[in-house]
Nanobody, 121 residues
Framework: QVQLVESGGGLVQPGGSLTLSCAAS????????MAWYRQAPGKQRELVAT???????EYTGSVKGRFTISRDNAKNMVYLQMNSLKPEDTAVYYC???????????????WGQGTQVTVSS
């Protein structure tokens, strides 16, 4: 059984910073690409950033230069450092990972439960 658990969300003023963390646990043979998504009220879930196992990163345009995704393969963790936060960054942020749980299973996507980030003065 695989679990992804996010932490680090909260209320922050515009221009402030937050760091989100996501811990993967359970049967984890290989963790491939990890990612952060977000979903604002009334909007579809959108991809924020991805990072491959080797560390290659990609970002959606609205967060480039402000957010940084990183991972620690030894600890099965992925992080999202968010700087210069704006009210439009307000959303529930979800951790996502493509994981192969065992030798006889293929890989599949797993999701965390989400953590709320609110940017407001």
């Amino acid at each position: 059984q695989v679990q992804l658990v996010e932490s680090g969300g909260g209320l922050v003023q515009p221009g402030g910073s937050l760091t989100l963390s996501c811990a993967a646990s359970g049967s984890l043979l290989i963790i491939y690409t990890m990612a952060w998504y977000r979903q604002a009220p009334g909007k579809q879930r959108e991809l924020v950033a991805t990072i491959t196992r080797s560390g290659s990163q990609e970002y959606t345009g609205s967060v480039k230069g402000r957010f940084t995704i990183s991972r620690d393969n030894a600890k099965n963790m992925v992080y999202l450092q968010m700087n210069s936060l704006k009210p439009e960054d307000t959303a529930v942020y979800y951790c996502n990972a493509e994981i192969r749980a065992g030798l006889v299973t293929g890989s599949r996507d797993y999701w965390g439960q989400g953590t709320q980030v609110t940017v407001s003065s």
